[in-house]
T-cell receptor, first 111, second 114 residues
């Protein structure tokens, strides 16, 4: 069973701080990795995608991928109360090409 | 505007009824997916379709059925055989199912059994 693991949180950070969200995955052949943000009662929206080892930056968001350690992370700089949401890590698995989602990390940014 | 639409937003089902959830996309995507989300849990794959007239069972297909007669449409029927259907249902699509394809979601349908 291919799995994606996330700490459920809540992760609480003060406004303006860096929030660090982590995800591990079991399918070593996976090639595509995604972070989604989901507000309560809403559908997930794509924040970042990453395919190569290293860092990828987009505004206040940085995704980090380490395929050797099977680890993906998302950093949110200058966290804002509007960033308070559940962040889902998703992996496009090899073979059947299904997306596997983690259970999400709930982030609270305290004003 | 390109996107994915789901209807209805809220749906109530009586015991023993079949109900159909609509999903339409105008993104010209080949692949479409149905997920179920329960409170505090991740997304679980019900069915997916990589091309018109073809679909595969996901991890929790029992009690559900789908069709893919048109590229833009992937309706999900929740049958009376699904014993615990109350959940948030999400439809998604991607240009295809091969890496690095990104998946996008519709707004969801919240189904409640009365």
């Amino acid at each position: 069973q291919k799995e994606v693991e996330q700490n459920s949180g809540p992760l609480s950070v003060p406004e303006g701080a860096i929030a660090s969200l982590n995800c591990t995955y079991s399918d070593r052949g996976s090639q595509s990795f995604f972070w989604y943000r989901q507000y309560s009662g809403k559908s997930p929206e794509l924040i970042m995608s990453i395919y190569s080892n290293g860092d990828k930056e987009d505004g206040r968001f940085t995704a980090q991928l380490n395929k050797a350690s099977q680890y993906v992370s998302l950093l949110i700089r200058d966290s804002q109360p509007s960033d308070s949401a559940t962040y889902l890590c998703a992996v496009l698995t090899s073979g059947t090409y299904k997306y596997i989602f983690g259970t999400g990390t709930r982030l609270k940014v305290l004003a | 505007d390109g996107g994915i639409t789901q209807s209805p937003k809220y749906l109530f089902r009586k015991e023993g009824q079949n109900v159909t959830l609509s999903c339409e996309q105008n993104l010209n995507h080949d692949a479409m997916y149905w997920y179920r989300q329960d409170p505090g849990q991740g997304l679980r794959l019900i069915y997916y379709s990589q091309i018109v007239n073809d679909f595969q069972k996901g991890d929790i297909a029992e009690g559900y059925s789908v069709s893919r007669e048109k590229k833009e449409s992937f309706p999900l029927t929740v049958t009376s055989a699904q014993k615990n259907p109350t959940a948030f249902y999400l439809c998604a699509s991607s240009i295809d199912s091969r890496p690095p394809s990104t998946q996008y979601f519709g707004p969801g349908t919240r189904l409640t059994v009365l």
